[in-house]
């Protein structure tokens, strides 16, 4: 395995986030503490997840 395989290799091994949660942290503490708290995740995967949670979120509490 390369160095350059260790992201496949995190992303492969680690759960994916609830789409909710990331939503969550994104929104109270930023893209930054979602950075520190699933580093192996893309800023794109992360802002999709949060898209989706906040899509599950309104569908959840009404509008």
Request: proline fraction near 3%.
């Amino acid at each position: 395995m390369s160095v350059n395989d260790t992201h496949s290799w995190d992303t492969a091994v680690r759960r994916q986030p609830c789409a909710i949660t990331v939503a969550q942290v994104i929104d109270e503490y930023g893209y930054e503490a979602a950075q520190e708290r699933w580093g192996w995740l893309t800023v794109r995967t992360l802002s999709s997840l949060a898209h989706q949670g906040r899509k599950q979120l309104e569908r959840r509490d009404g509008p």
